[in-house]
């Protein structure tokens, strides 16, 4: 028996902790998370091997023989299929133009080899996930600071007070954040929750708020009415750093505390001692700009006040607040050698719009919008896109309602998914490229940004069991057939080689731990000229970019609606034991959590006559589906809530099959519905009706 330790990355969900695996006769066994995070790491990412060692996974390339989603496949050798799409993208390349390839993948620091080809086959049509994710915190940061929501950290372990409002520190977990976290609360940090429910971080708080769903942007005006007229903002970082105080006063004026209670139903006082407690931590405080904010038509405006609100408190660039995020330049490194860089940018406009169209010029043109591109599929304006490959990536689980963003897909003549578990979008696929999972793949280093920036290098800790492949092989193969010879490896090495090079370090000098450190102490770059990418070189209360796209900057707050007699919006969030809808029928996950329970309050479910335990059903638009009721006082009345991600349907997937709801298929049409500000799609705009089944 040989055992041996591999230093690799967690590939569980989209955070990447750093991970040992322990492989005895060239299997993996067992995982634990690295020394860097003394060894703790989430379920998921404990569960790797059982992703691994599943036979309900795709095991070799296949194409499609009857109707999309019908199921029937031809198993192929990764020749025949990277021949097949490497001919159909070609052909419609020159018969639509070399924009009509779309591709969308989650995002994530491992893109550079894949958009390189992207750049080499020419198509403008780069995009991600984040219109179904964080896109409205993305645009928010951009307009209040002229850089993305990634320019800040959050440093937890020196923070004095935590403001999590509609984040979930504790459930929708990165190891690292969560236990820096519990280590603040340890060090006797403030922690105030503001959410439609008490999730966990609520049961530790200090303040807890559970508002009337939609109402946060109300909330959080009231909040800087109170900062601003009871002058417990912090003089010099306004003075010095924001543009626009004297108008953001003039705004928020009659949006006093006493007027946000009736929103909120959140106490006047309550809200005014709590903006007490943050003037008393400032700078040293953390309001978290939320992480999954697709949720309404103002969450992008509900962003922009978080971000606003921390600067009235001088957190940004702060010590125990949002420093700013180092790079490798920051700290006097030199960054991976870049595979994009051998390419020019295509000249073509998006498809979606984004950064040329009226409307669209104020969005971050980097990932787009492909919720837009998909009007493209259909209208073929302003051209046809005719192929799509999605790319770790199941737009049929993270848009809503199945059969609508199917019926926006019937245009495509060509549509592949490279993924390594089954899912909606895969079994609809007309391709599919099977990834081996992270065990048992090399990836291209990545660059962890950070207080410490490092390089980290996913390793593979065992030879793949089916007949899967890297990604990097995948598109050095596609590559080979476009003759983009730049992007043809026959191994990882020469890869890594090629990343390193003019860094001064080498693969060896990842052998112990898997990573490179580029700083030993955190860097805290102070505020300086330059720091805000803006027209004044200042936090800007007025974007003048979206005013020019026709949106206003202070928006006026509009009341959500009540919902109609009888029904409850829908509300969602993540659970610590599943990533999105993939983990669902992964062995060891679904074991210890196999459906998605549906949260209702007490009164109400009583007004049913539910009570815990029984079996309900929630049902919209002619989707409906059955469930175990969670009875509580801890979930608003007006609302209630599911974990995301069930309700599968696929048969391949014999474990997920038939359990719990799909809390997408409950959103009508959600897709066209989204915040013009920030581009996220507003999925909790919906009602829903539930009874006993
Ligand atoms: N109704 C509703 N919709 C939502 C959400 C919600 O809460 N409710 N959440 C939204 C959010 S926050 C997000 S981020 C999106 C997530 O939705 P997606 O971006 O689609 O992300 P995942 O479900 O994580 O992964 C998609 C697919 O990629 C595969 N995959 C995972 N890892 C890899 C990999 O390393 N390589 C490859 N090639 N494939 C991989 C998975 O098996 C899965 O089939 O959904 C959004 N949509
Ligand atoms: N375990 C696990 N961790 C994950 C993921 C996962 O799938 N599983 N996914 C990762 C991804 S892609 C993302 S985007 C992040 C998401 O990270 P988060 O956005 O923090 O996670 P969520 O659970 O979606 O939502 C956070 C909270 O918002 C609350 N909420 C819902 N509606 C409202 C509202 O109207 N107002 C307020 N104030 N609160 C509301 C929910 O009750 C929930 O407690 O998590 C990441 N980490
Ligand atoms: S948070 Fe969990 S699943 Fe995500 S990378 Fe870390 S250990 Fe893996
Ligand atoms: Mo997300």
């Given at each position: 028996?040989s055992k ?8 569980m ?15 993996a066994?067992?995982?634990e998370?690295?020394k ?5 790491l989430?379920p ?5 091997t ?7 996974r ?7 023989q009857?109707e999309r ?6 198993q192929?050798?990764w020749d025949?299929a990277?021949d097949?799409?490497?001919d159909?993208?070609k052909?419609v390349q020159k018969e639509?133009?070399?924009d ?11 893109r ?16 991600n996930?984040d219109s179904?994710?964080?896109r409205?915190v ?13 320019g800040v ?5 020196n923070?004095k007070h935590?403001v ?12 690292a954040e969560?236990?820096n976290?519990?280590n603040?609360?340890?060090?006797g ?8 429910r008490?999730n ?5 708080a200090?303040?807890?708020f ?7 942007y109300?909330?959080n005006?009231?909040?800087i ?10 003089k ?9 105080l004297d108008?953001l006063?003039d705004?928020?004026q009659e949006?006093?505390?006493?007027w946000?209670e009736r ?6 006082e309550?809200l005014k001692?709590?903006c007490?407690?943050?003037a008393?931590?400032?700078p ?5 700009p ?7 038509a103002d969450?992008?405006?509900m ?7 921390n600067?009235?408190?001088g957190?940004?660039?702060a010590?125990?607040g949002?420093p700013?995020?180092g ?7 030199k960054?991976?050698q ?6 020019p ?17 104020h969005y971050?043109?980097g990932p787009?919008?492909?919720?837009l591109?998909y009007?493209a599929?259909?209208t073929?304006e302003?051209?046809p896109?005719?192929a ?6 199941d ?8 059969a609508?963003v199917k ?12 993924t390594f578990?089954?899912?909606?979008t ?5 391709v599919?490229l ?7 793949r ?8 950070g207080p410490?920036p ?13 007949d899967?492949?890297a990604?990097?092989?995948i ?10 010879d ?5 191994n990882i090495e ?8 003019g860094?001064g370090?080498?693969i060896?000098d990842f052998?112990e ?13 102070p ?6 990418k ?5 936090i800007?209360?007025?974007d003048?970019k979206?005013e ?8 006026p707050?509009v009341?959500?609606?009540f919902?109609p007699?009888?029904?409850f ?16 029928n992964n062995a060891?996950?679904?074991e ?10 007490t009164?109400k479910?009583?007004?049913l006559?539910?009570e815990?335990?029984d ?13 175990t ?5 801890f ?17 391949c997937e ?7 709801i ?5 959103m009508?049409?959600g897709?066209?519905k ?9 999925m ?10």
């Amino acid at each position: 028996m040989s055992k041996e330790y591999v230093n690799s990355i967690c590939g569980m969900c989209s955070v990447r902790c750093p991970i040992k695996v322990e492989v005895e006769d060239g299997k993996a066994r067992y995982i634990e998370g690295a020394k860097s995070l003394k060894g703790s790491l989430c379920p998921r990412g404990a569960a790797g091997t059982a992703l691994t060692f599943d036979e309900e996974r795709p095991q070799y390339p296949m194409i499609r023989q009857g109707e999309r989603g019908e199921g029937k496949w031809k198993q192929v050798s990764w020749d025949e299929a990277l021949d097949y799409v490497a001919d159909k993208l070609k052909a419609v390349q020159k018969e639509y133009g070399k924009d009509a390839v779309l591709f969308s993948d989650r995002g994530g620091p491992f893109r550079d080899f894949y958009r390189a080809f992207l750049r080499g086959i020419g198509t403008a049509n780069y995009n991600n996930h984040d219109s179904a994710c964080a896109r409205n915190v993305q645009n928010a940061a951009l307009s209040v600071f002229g850089f993305g929501r990634k320019g800040v950290s959050y440093d937890l372990g020196n923070c004095k007070h935590i403001v999590l409002q509609q984040r979930n520190i504790m459930e929708a977990i990165n190891v690292a954040e969560c236990n820096n976290a519990l280590n603040a609360l340890d060090k006797g940090a403030k922690l105030t929750v503001i959410d439609i429910r008490a999730n966990v971080p609520a049961t530790k708080a200090d303040n807890f708020f559970m508002i009337r769903p939609g109402t946060d942007y109300a909330f959080n005006l009231a909040v800087i009415h109170v900062l601003i007229n009871e002058e417990l903002y912090d003089k010099k970082f306004v003075a010095d750093w924001i543009d626009g105080l004297d108008t953001l006063k003039d705004f928020v004026q009659e949006y006093t505390p006493e007027w946000a209670e009736r929103e909120t139903g959140v106490s006047a006082e309550a809200l005014k001692a709590f903006c007490r407690e943050l003037a008393e931590a400032a700078p040293s405080v953390i309001w978290h700009p939320g992480w999954m904010t697709a949720r309404y038509a103002d969450s992008f405006y509900m962003t922009r006040t978080i971000y606003l609100i921390n600067a009235l408190l001088g957190s940004i660039g702060a010590k125990g607040g949002l420093p700013f995020m180092g790079k490798p330049g920051d700290v006097g490194a030199k960054g991976l050698q870049s595979f994009m860089n051998l390419y020019p940018k295509p000249e073509g406009k998006r498809v979606d719009g984004v950064g040329w169209m009226e409307g669209r010029k104020h969005y971050d043109a980097g990932p787009g919008l492909v919720n837009l591109a998909y009007e493209a599929i259909v209208t073929g304006e302003p051209y046809p896109i005719k192929a799509y490959i999605a790319q770790r990536h199941d737009p049929l689980m993270a848009f809503p309602d199945v059969a609508d963003v199917k019926s926006l897909w019937d245009n495509l003549d060509l549509l592949v998914a490279v993924t390594f578990s089954w899912s909606d979008t895969a079994w609809y696929a007309d391709v599919v490229l099977p990834i081996s999972p992270y065990l048992e793949r090399d990836d291209t280093i990545m660059t962890k940004n950070g207080p410490k920036p490092s390089f980290v290098m996913r390793k593979r800790a065992m030879e793949p069991i089916y007949d899967t492949k890297a990604i990097w092989e995948i598109y050095s193969g596609l590559a080979k057939r476009f003759g983009l010879d730049d992007l043809v490896y026959e191994n990882i090495e020469d890869i890594w080689k090629f990343q390193l090079e003019g860094t001064g370090y080498s693969i060896e000098d990842f052998a112990e731990t898997g990573s490179v450190a580029l700083a030993s102490e955190a860097v805290y770059k102070p505020v300086t000229d330059g720091s805000f990418k803006t027209p004044s070189g200042k936090i800007q209360v007025i974007d003048e970019k979206l005013e020019a796209d026709g949106l206003l900057s202070l928006k006026p707050y509009v009341s959500p609606e009540f919902p109609p007699e009888d029904k409850f919006r829908i509300t969602f969030g993540r659970c610590a034991l599943h990533t999105q809808g993939h983990t669902v029928n992964n062995a060891l996950l679904f074991e210890r959590m196999p459906e998605n329970k549906l949260w209702i309050n007490t009164e109400k479910a009583k007004g049913l006559g539910i009570e815990t335990g029984d079996r309900v059903s929630v049902s919209n638009n002619g989707y409906s589906a059955d469930t175990t009721a969670f009875v509580t006082d801890f979930v608003h009345p007006d609302a209630v809530f599911l974990v995301h991600g069930f309700g599968h349907t696929l048969p391949c997937e014999s474990r997920a099959k038939g359990h719990g709801i799909a809390d997408n298929e409950l959103m009508p049409k959600g897709i066209k519905k989204y915040d013009k500000g920030g581009g996220a799609i507003a999925m909790q705009e919906h009602f829903v009706t539930v009874a006993k089944a």
